[in-house]
């Protein structure tokens, strides 16, 4: 009897013991702990963007020195010098010099640039080039250098907003106003989709509206497939130009690269057309210090003639390219 008075009284002890942790337990989550937590996925989130997935693209990025990379040039200065020789079959050849400045003012806000460039700031991730019909290919009015104003309203690793006006070097004056947007949505610990848009208004031509979708991902540190597409609103007698492509980059080492693309762009007059199919491999290398590259492009374009067909033109690029910065 005295025994069974024991144990009932060690139960009791224990219960009572136990019971403010069993309450607690059932309780719901206080508020302090709930904001600790949503910091620890927001420090897990940014940990995972930052070094696992968005460093390795800004590196293909930074690297390749494509139109995107003009978008995402960070605070600093940097001009970039390009130099572009392609031969085409049936003898054309295309020769040109390409500069692109975005230059940080000294005592100005931090977010305003100074751009200077003579190529297309609106331009989509596929091009066809453009085969010219004999000789070398000279210099347009549409190759004059644009020189104005950027100032950058949002810039962080998933967003990014940016202004612009300034004007096109020519006569007479064609002023023009530009908004650029860009956000990354994250997927997977390896994949991410990437958006951006872009409107520009100019003087006596009107507006021209660029939306571009992406899905990017990484196989390793070293290797990053892309799938891209971009719309192009610009011309009044055609609903839209459009442009795809899939690609596949391969960090070799340090210095060399290799970007491998198949890609298609058309245009939609009330049904879709293919205008051009294309095919390259890019071989880029960092041969000296940090900032001189040269690339050889071997490509073959698919043209569509005025008869609906298709013919191979085989072409290979020559490019040169000096980078000043800091």
């Not at 693209?57 to 020195?65: Q, Y």
């Not at 230059?103 to 700031?121: F, G, H, T």
């Not at 331009?123 to 453009?130: D, Q, S």
């Not at 000279?138 to 250098?145: F, G, Q, V």
Request: contains cysteine.
């Amino acid at each position: 009897m005295k025994t069974l008075k024991l144990h009932r009284c060690l139960i009791l002890f224990i219960f009572l013991c136990a019971y403010p942790h069993i309450a607690r337990a059932a309780e719901p989550p206080r508020e302090e702990e709930t904001f600790i937590e949503r910091l620890r996925f927001w420090d897990n989130t940014h940990d995972f963007i930052s070094e696992g997935l968005y460093a390795p693209v800004a590196w293909f990025d930074d690297f390749f020195s494509d139109e995107r990379a003009l978008e995402e040039v960070p605070a600093r200065s940097k001009i970039r010098l390009r130099s572009d020789l392609r031969f085409s079959e049936g003898g054309q050849t295309y020769m040109r010099t390409f500069l692109h400045a975005s230059i940080r003012l000294p005592k100005a806000s931090k977010k305003l640039k100074l751009i200077i460039s003579d190529e297309n700031e609106d331009a989509v991730p596929v091009t066809t080039g453009e085969l010219v019909k004999t000789g070398v290919r000279n210099a347009t009015d549409a190759d004059r250098a644009d020189v104005g104003l950027r100032y950058n309203v949002l810039d962080t690793m998933l967003s990014r907003l940016h202004f612009g006006s300034g004007m096109k070097a020519e006569t007479p004056l064609s002023p023009y106003v530009r908004v650029y947007y860009r956000h990354l949505f994250p997927l997977t610990e390896v994949s991410q989709i990437r958006f951006s848009g872009q409107a520009r208004v100019k003087h006596h031509e009107g507006w021209r509206k660029t939306l571009q979708l992406g899905v990017e991902r990484l196989f390793s540190e070293s290797n990053i497939l892309r799938w891209g597409n971009a719309v192009v609103f610009e011309a009044p007698d055609v609903d839209y130009n459009w442009e795809s492509y899939i690609g596949f980059q391969q960090q070799i080492s340090a210095r060399n690269a290799l970007s491998y693309t198949l890609g298609m762009s058309g245009v939609s007059d009330r049904r879709l057309i293919v205008e051009n199919y294309r095919a390259s491999v890019r071989f880029r290398r960092n041969f000296y210090k940090g900032w001189v590259f040269y690339e050889i492009e071997p490509a073959n374009d698919w043209p569509r003639d005025d008869f609906g067909a298709y013919s191979p033109v085989a072409s290979i690029t020559f490019r040169l390219e000096i980078q000043f910065g800091r």
